[in-house]
């Protein structure tokens, strides 16, 4: 049985992100990451400290953690009900793909578990690429990731690139699109060699084909809007497995039961009940949209609204 209560977790963990309270407690303050850089001087021709250097985004993002994959809560970080990220701008040096390659499975439901990710078929050795500006948080072999990048991008975003078999950059290295952060391969919970690839929002994955046209190579557009509608509808664990179950229904009754918004005509010895469960949908919104009542005998031939 499902637990739709527990929190999501990534389908290449075996155990749940930011369970580890008690390392998490033993762990160093990491909010700033601190750099080597030279002295600059400020307006008054005064030399300035900037050995202390935000991260990325510092103003969307409380923390800067260098162990945890997923250390953020989105429903107590999000606060709007939507907002629009700019997916490149000014002098960033825009996006490119992580790897061309053929799409092995998608963003949603995967043998009894959620698939947060956008697996792309490579070999062995191939290279793996930013997809934008940003700085490394995580450079590490993690759990059922594997040998795992996650970079944290200037646009709010976090791309996350799993399953590798050799790691090319570390923890605060500061990089463009396109620079070379790994080589393909099949370390970590996966079977043949593949880049998993994730973007995500103050922790929240969100569908990578939603951004990105595959055939192309390319952004579909240079902003997105998050709705947090979209996340319980779309996004979230029990509104994939939502879609999960719909997708068994249509699958087992064919178009004989609509999904909502559909006309059903009523055949020997459907009920109600039947009706609602196998379209989606309830008894209460069926007898509403139809007039009806719970008790109501329907007709053989009877259309009704779904």
């Given amino acids: 049985m499902l637990n739709l209560n527990a929190s999501a977790f990534s389908p290449d963990e075996k155990n749940k992100p930011g369970d580890d309270k008690k390392s998490k407690a033993k762990r160093e303050d990491t909010t700033k990451m601190v750099m080597n850089l030279e002295p600059i001087a400020d307006l008054e021709g005064e030399e300035t400290d900037t050995t202390e250097i935000s991260f990325p985004s510092h103003d969307l993002y409380a923390s800067w953690d260098t162990n945890t994959a997923h250390p953020y809560n989105f429903s107590e ?3 709007e009900d939507s907002v629009t990220i700019i997916l490149t701008q000014g002098e960033d040096n825009c996006f490119v793909l992580p790897y061309k390659g053929g799409l092995t499975s998608l963003f949603g439901w995967r043998k009894y578990r959620p698939h947060y990710g956008t697996d792309i078929d490579l070999e062995t050795g191939d290279s793996v690429l930013a997809c934008f500006d940003g700085m490394v ?11 795992c990048v996650i970079i944290r991008h200037k646009n709010g975003l976090e791309t996350v690139y799993g399953h590798m078999s050799k790691l090319l950059v570390e923890s605060g290295q500061e990089l463009s699109a396109g620079t070379l952060i790994g080589l393909g391969g099949n370390t970590g919970h996966s079977y043949g060699s593949h880049l998993h690839f994730e973007i995500r929002y103050l922790g929240q994955a969100l569908d990578t084909q939603d951004f990105i046209d595959y055939e192309k ?4 557009s240079n902003s997105f809007v998050l709705r947090k509608s979209d996340v319980t509808s779309k996004y979230d664990l029990r509104a994939l497995h939502t879609r999960h179950k719909n997708d068994l229904m249509a699958r087992k009754y064919g ?14 010895g459907d009920t109600l009940g039947a009706i609602a469960k196998r379209s989606g949908t309830s008894i209460k919104s069926l007898c509403k949209k139809n007039g009806l009542r ?5 007709r053989i031939g009877q259309r009704l609204k779904i």
């Fill in 77 to 79: 970080s999000f606060k």
């Fill in 137 to 147: 948080r995580v450079a590490k072999y993690y759990r059922g990731y594997g040998n």
């Fill in 217 to 220: 190579g390319d952004l579909k």
């Fill in 255 to 268: 178009s004989r039961y609509p999904a909502k918004g559909g006309v059903y005509r009523v055949r020997s």
């Fill in 294 to 298: 719970p008790t109501s005998t329907l």
